[in-house]
């Protein structure tokens, strides 16, 4: 079991910025990708960032790219999302996720094992 608890969500206006972190716990030392996903109401769960645990290779949505940058602590167990630049389509509840398995598609949500309870993150204009 892996639990995955998000923080950093919030309000903030077009422009600015946000860094939500997630921490995780329990068998972590399973994990191989944490990625982030995002939900806006009435729409998909969307992929936005992903990052292989070990060797620190990032990947990215196309509408994030160069605006978000996502990072991980190994010695806190801890992955974070810096969000710049936000934009009002930014707005969304973001999870965290935690993939256990090796050579998986990291875009897609079905290759997460674990889930965190989310985080809402509003961007006014």
């Known amino acids: 079991q892996v639990q995955l608890v998000e923080s950093g969500g919030g309000l903030v206006q077009a422009g600015g910025s946000l860094r939500l972190s997630c921490a995780a716990s329990?068998?972590?030392?399973?994990?191989?990708?944490m990625g982030w996903f995002r939900q806006a109401p009435g729409k998909e769960r969307d992929f936005v960032a992903a990052?292989?645990?070990?060797?620190?290779?990032?990947y990215y949505a196309d509408s994030v790219k160069g605006r978000f940058t996502i990072s991980r602590d190994n010695a806190k167990n801890t992955v974070y999302l810096q969000m710049n630049s936000l934009k009002p389509e930014d707005t969304a509840v973001y999870y965290c996720?935690?993939?256990?398995?090796?050579?998986?598609?990291?875009?897609?949500?079905?290759?997460?094992?674990?889930w965190g309870q989310g985080t809402q993150v509003t961007v006014s204009s």
């Open positions: 996720a935690a993939a256990l398995r090796p050579y998986v598609n990291y875009y897609r949500d079905s290759s997460y094992n674990y």
């Open positions: 329990g068998r972590t030392f399973s994990t191989y990708a």
């Open positions: 990052i292989n645990w070990s060797a620190g290779y990032t």
